[in-house]
T-cell receptor, first 117, second 118 residues
């Protein structure tokens, strides 16, 4: 199994509070991603990183920020959580571009369930 | 328009039978990749199979095969000899291009919940 650890795995918070989710990898993969999963929507990309301090927005980036100060860590921050951000958040990593000429397989973490009351 | 469409919210299959999960996609990029992932009730995402747009043959991985019909833009997953452990959500996903913003992103369908009946 790919060495990906997400923390916390479960969190309940109140509207308006800041929240940070951490993704830690031991694979030294270049690419890291944050997805959210909601019923009826599948998985949607929030932000991704293609190197230390190199990040960009995905499909649903509003209300989220990310940082990557080290290869192994990718942080997702909700500056002021809202109820619409209640979701399961998945971190993923890939050695090459997701779906690159090789398979570019994504390896997923176990997910972090966030509830915003 | 949705880029990945999975029209079957839920399906049932008898143990040891084969089952096909449908996936259609929409892209104008000639270079793309198609993926299937499995998500059991425990929640983790498990990669099953990959098909590149230029691959001449349908991908196979053990009991999984991908029925790739490029002209119809379909990439159906076929599971042979279903097992109880195959009960899970299955997601079809696509990556468009080998460069640019689209190449960093997998677009997922909404998923199909497969239930295997003993």
């Amino acid at each position: 199994d790919a060495g990906i650890t997400q923390s916390p795995r479960h969190k309940v918070t109140e509207t308006g509070t800041p929240v940070t989710l951490r993704c830690h990898q031991t694979e030294n993969h270049r690419y890291m991603y944050w997805y959210r999963q909601d019923p009826g929507h599948g998985l949607r990309l929030i932000h991704y990183s293609y190197g230390v301090k190199d990040t960009d927005k995905g499909e649903v980036s509003d209300g989220y920020s990310v940082s990557r100060s080290k290869t192994e860590d990718f942080l997702l921050t909700l500056e002021s959580a809202t109820s619409s951000q209640t979701s399961v958040y998945f971190c993923a990593i890939s050695e090459g571009l997701a779906g690159g000429p090789d398979t570019g397989e994504l390896f997923f973490g176990e997910g972090s369930r966030l509830t915003v009351l | 328009a949705q880029k990945i469409t999975q029209t079957q919210p839920g399906m049932f299959v008898q143990e040891k039978e084969a089952v096909t999960l449908d996936c259609t996609y929409d892209t104008s990029d000639p270079s793309y990749g198609l993926f299937w992932y499995k998500q059991p009730s425990s929640g983790e995402m498990i990669f099953l199979i990959y098909q590149g747009s230029y691959d001449q043959q349908n991908a196979t991985e053990g009991r999984y095969s991908l029925n790739f019909q490029k002209a119809r833009k379909s990439a159906n997953l076929v599971i042979s000899a279903s097992q109880l452990g195959d009960s899970a959500m299955y997601f079809c996903a696509m990556r468009e291009g080998y460069s640019g913003a689209g190449s960093y992103q997998l677009t997922f369908g909404k998923g199909t919940k497969l239930s295997v009946i003993p």
